[in-house]
């Protein structure tokens, strides 16, 4: 049984390299071949399910050694694969919402010429995102973690012809590297601690090492998951990242990658535990993000950048509770799964709507859409109301466990917490409102695209209607399923352990805080946009309107920050080399050129002069000779 | 006679082939201010051959004018080719390689 | 005592002389008997040094196969060759690089309304070669580099070394001077000639130094009873204490030699010659420089810097790695300011070569085990990198990046081979170059931390720079000069698909290189006296984890 981990990450790895290879003999139906594979893959994912679930809780994480990668002396680095309870609810995730979204990009990309290459990378990024979640050691994992930073790059930058997307994919991946640098760093730390990086000997040695080595590993683990993950300080790629294929930003910016960053926290929980200045740091971030991505939500009238401010949001609130420690884990995971159908259906729903309306993306151009596209409506409504977190869908069991945690973190810390993560629900409640309102309600503000045609809505085909349908259907039962005697919790308990904490306020307190905060935040949203018209040309707004529309000034911040002083540095350096180095050189080779065509004047061409130079060069020898020897 | 005064003609020969060498232009005469030259050696050598009663000096006198029959043979051949191109055997023409 | 070492190194020096003789003439037909006698030898040598390299036993002794034939005997020079797993490693790459670079330059050397109109001007290397001959002489210099770079690897004496190290550059210059780019204007012959001069002058005075160390090293050599060249003899000597230097001597001898290797690997600040060279020559011959010849300097190094001087090359160490961490940055900032694509990937060069001397000069076996293998993979990615940056440079006839746009649309399959170049330069992981970058770092990190983390800041820079050049040259709307760009010949795929398999392959399993080179590493480690920084809580206890 354990032989078919590898084939996981085997089946759309081929598939990827098939249609990459196979050249336009696939053209015709490469697409299926991909959903197949990966089809395949979620059934494989199902098989070792049901292996697993027929064992017992402490016998369930099973591993499998496939060969020694990198053998030097001391540093061992093997491709070899754990599969327990953590890596299997990723595994379920990524290749059941992965399929979906295959099956979803078969009618989205129908009428693509280069829908081959663009199913080959969504079956490289299953590939690379079922590697990250299986490895058995860091520096695997670090080959999954670039792969799908490659695939996201080639996914985001697929409409190359656009400029805008091509900067976007390059600034996704550079961005990324930054926090992939955090990682390579804690890999080292790690060898230098432990002499290994494979996930047991790191986490059995963790109580060993000395706190200060912990954090520091720490946070460079929290520095890969801030540029996976989208997280302050490195978040700018996430909204940019919006120009690829829709079903790219359900798939990876939305349902999985993105949440690598807390599959990595969430992994590496035997040292953050042990590190409770990092998990301090990793709990800031969460908390910054949540507001940062939800008030960035609220501005925005491109439905996909709207909902990347939800989606970075969202990722805000799993790494405030996977900071938390034991409290947490599990319940960043569960919100992570329940996030994982609701956005990828909001993000299906967006890009239904975008078909619908030649690929318009801004929502004051939309309005009145409920009559025209009713499954898409009643898909995207649902998952709308998951999101907000409406009592008895899945956003709402999900996302009470964590404020509930945030509130048991104790202290004023845990106020702070518990408040944040509250204002964080009204302010969701109000931006997803928003979106509802100004995309399905109200008048119709339909726009002529560049070429003059007017919009037809129409609602979108079965291929891509069905994978709606079934993440609706996840996104309203998951949670409660989850919930159901703490399901989800025992499952993940024996991997990421589980503290309770005392929170200050009763569950049920919560519960109902909860519940009036995201009311208030839906009734704000209904009086500003539901009850009065909404204008097609966007008014100037309150200058935090502004900031917000320009993702609060991040890439004005890291451009002033970064670039201009690395392009000055660039600059000066080029013409440092240029002039400075082989300037002293060239300097150098002109000093003895022109001393050499000075002495080059000697050579006056007369035999004569020659002579003479001999004859005199002679009697000086002679007669130095003759006094040396006189003296 | 003296054996020296040997000497003395022999360096006055030389002087005169030296003299001539720097001051004179045409390729010949120059040519032949450097057989004067070797042939004021030769003169020396065969000297101090008879004044030390070795035959050393008088070996090396004709391996001398070896050299310089072989010297004349290409020397002469070298200024033939001169002329016939340049029109003039005069040393001050020939100055291509002066840059 | 079997030949085969020397067949190795004679067959491409018989295969230069043979080609150069081949009867000469601008027609197709000659200059295919021409390139086909070329590459059939290039084919021989490879199988040659491939059957060394499968030979050597890594378990066995230090030096294999080794041969001696008396030279000079007064100075007790012998010709004298044997592999150690980095020599037999890295003349195996030469020889996989070179029927490759072949193949990308099959018309490089045509004459023809084509090929550069350089008249032949007589401060032009071109009036070297007539133009009857250049496809002659082109291939016949090929052959000669491999022919003295495989003996500069196989070398056990270093007088041979030297000699070989210094005679390499002679036909690299012609190579240079003498074949440029098509893509050169009016002032291409003047910008080649600087160009060759400037590789010919820094290397020759590089070399010279060296054999002022080299002759010093003898006098002192002889004076204590070791009058020989021969490196195993030495440096035992040196091992057991027999041949000592004083402090002062053995600090100039190792500067001697390392000034030689720095300025040919290249090393900051000695790398200026490197991006004139790479930019003005052929793509094929900027294959030649840095990912063959450069390799010697960097093999040097190892071999001889280390293996004679282990006391000298700690002193200098803490130094030799600040240089090669600024070379780092450097390269990879200087990369990302360049408007030349081939001088881009120049000075992308020097970052990665400051990559290798960072991992010689830790002292790890991680970091030489990852420097040798750096060698070799960074030989293969930039190859592949370098030789389809070549054949966009060829059809559009500019080097600048700024006359290339959305090449991508109308030449999927070059960009494609390009991007997975550029990956690799970046060092992704799954890639060759990411596990000899990742080893050469742990095993910085693992001694000097700081250092290690500079160093990281180059993963960055060099995503930024080999990203930059892709999506410039790549992506964006196709530019009007670009239309009817014509993707990929079967030759040009035949060039690049067997280096993209193996960047690939050795990024998967680099475990046949690994086990080849441990053995020679832990060789020169215990000559310098090193050992690994141990892990401050070894897993001792839970050792079932690393061993499944």
Known sequence: MNSLIPLLVAAPLAGAALLLLGGPALDRFGHWLATALAALSFGFGLALFSDMLGRGAEHRAVGQHLFSWIPVNGFQADVSFRLDQLSMTFVLLITGVGTLIHLYSVGYMAHDERRRRFFAYLNLFLAAMLLLVVADNYLLLYVGWEGVGLASYLLIGFWQHKPSAATAAKKAFIVNRVGDMGLSIAIMLMFVEFGSFAFDPVFGGASRASEGRLTAIGLMLLLAACGKSAQVPLQSWLGDAMEGPTPVSALIHAATMVTAGVYLITRSAAIFNLAPDAQTAVVVVGAVTLLFGAIVGCAKDDIKKALAGSTMSQIGYMILVAGLGPIGYAFAIMHLVTHGFFKAGLFLGAGSVMHGMNDEVSMRHYGGLRKYMPVTFVTFGLGYLAIIGFPGLSGFFSKDKIIEAAFAKGGTEGWILGLCALVGTTVTAFYMTRVMLLTFFGEKRWQPDAEGNAPHPHESPKTMTIPMILLAIGSVFAGGLFALNDSFLTWLEPVTGHAEGNSPLAPLTVTLLTTACMLAGVGLSYVMYGRSAVPVVPPVGSPLTRAARRDLLQDEFNHAALVRPGSALTATLVYFDSRGLDGFVNGLAATIGGVSSRLRRVQNGFVRSYALSMFGGTLLLVATTLLMRSF | ?99 | ?548
């Open chain 3, 1 to 548: 005592m079997s030949a085969l070492l020397t067949a190795t190194c004679a067959v491409p020096a018989a295969g230069a002389v043979l080609t150069a003789a081949l009867p000469a003439g601008s027609t197709e037909a000659r200059r295919s008997t021409t390139k086909a006698v070329a590459l059939g030898v290039s084919a021989v040598t490879l199988a040659l040094a491939a059957a060394v390299a499968a030979q050597f036993d890594p378990h066995g002794d230090r030096y294999q196969l080794t041969e001696s034939y008396s030279w000079i005997r007064s100075f007790g020079i012998t010709f004298s060759l044997g592999v150690d797993g980095i020599g037999a490693v890295l003349a195996l790459l030469t020889a996989v690089l070179v029927p490759i670079v072949m193949l990308a330059s099959w018309h490089d050397a045509d004459p023809g309304p084509a090929a550069p109109a350089a008249p032949a001007t007589p401060d032009a290397p071109d009036g070297t070669f007539e133009n009857r001959r250049r496809t002659q002489g082109f291939f016949a210099l090929i052959l000669a580099v491999e022919a003295m770079v495989v003996v500069a690897f196989y070398a056990t004496d270093i007088f041979v070394f030297y000699v070989f190290f210094e005679a390499m550059l002679i036909p690299m210059y012609f190579l240079i001077g003498g074949f440029g780019d098509r893509a050169g204007g009016p002032e291409s012959a003047r910008q080649r000639s600087y160009a060759a001069v400037k590789f010919l002058l820094y290397n020759l005075l590089g070399g010279l130094v060296m054999l002022a160390a080299v002759i010093g090293l003898y006098v002192i050599a002889q004076d204590q009873g070791f009058a020989t060249f021969d490196l195993p003899t030495l440096s035992s000597a040196i091992a057991d204490g027999k041949l000592q230097f004083s402090g002062t001597a053995s600090k100039a001898l190792f500067l001697g030699f390392f000034f030689a290797f720095a300025v040919k690997a290249p090393l900051w600040p000695l790398h200026t010659w490197l991006p004139n060279a790479m930019g003005e020559a052929t793509a094929g011959t900027a294959v030649l420089i840095t990912a063959v010849v450069d390799k010697v300097g960097t093999f040097a190094m190892l071999r001889f810097c280390l293996g004679l001087f282990p006391d000298a090359s700690k002193t200098f160490a803490p130094a030799i790695l600040v240089l090669s961490v600024i070379g780092i940055i450097y390269g990879a900032l200087l990369a990302v300011g360049q408007k030349d694509i081939k001088r881009l990937v120049a000075y992308a060069s020097i970052s990665h070569f400051g990559f290798i001397i960072m991992g010689i000069f830790a002292l790890t076996s991680q970091g030489q085990s990852g420097a040798t293998l750096y060698m070799v993979n960074h030989g293969i990615s930039t190859a592949a990198w370098m030789l389809v940056a070549g054949f966009l440079i060829s059809r559009r006839g500019s080097r600048l990046i700024a006359d290339y746009g959305g090449v991508q649309k109308v030449a999927p399959v070059l960009a494609g081979t390009f991007l997975v170049g550029s990956l690799a330069t970046l060092s992704l992981p799954g890639l060759a170059p990411f596990v000899s970058e990742f080893l050469v770092l742990v095993g910085t990190f693992t001694r000097y931390p700081a250092i290690g983390i500079v160093a990281t800041f180059g993963i960055v820079l060099a995503a930024l720079y080999a990203l930059l050049l892709y999506q410039r040259t790549m992506t964006g709307p196709v530019k009007a000069e670009v239309t009817g760009m014509p993707d990929l010949k079967v030759r040009e795929l035949a060039v690049v698909a067997p280096l993209v398999a193996l960047t690939i392959l050795l990024g998967v399993y680099p475990k046949p290189i690994t086990d080849i080179v441990n053995p020679a590493v832990n060789a020169t480690l215990s000559q310098v006296h090193r050992t690994d920084p141990a892990p401050a809580h070894p897993v001792a206890a839970t050792s079932g984890g690393e061993q499944k």
């Open chain 2, 1 to 99: 006679m003296n054996p020296v005064n040997y000497l003395y003609l022999s360096a006055l020969l030389f002087t005169i082939g030296a003299s001539g060498v720097l001051i004179r232009r045409n390729a010949i005469v120059l040519f032949m201010c450097v057989e004067l030259m070797l042939n004021a050696s030769n003169l020396a050598l065969v000297t101090f051959s008879r004044l030390h009663g070795t035959l050393d000096g008088q070996i090396i006198a004709f391996f001398t004018m070896v050299v310089a029959a072989a010297e004349v043979v290409v020397g002469l051949a070298i200024i033939v080719s001169i002329f016939r191109t340049r029109h003039s055997a005069s040393v001050d023409d020939s100055n291509l390689m002066k840059l």
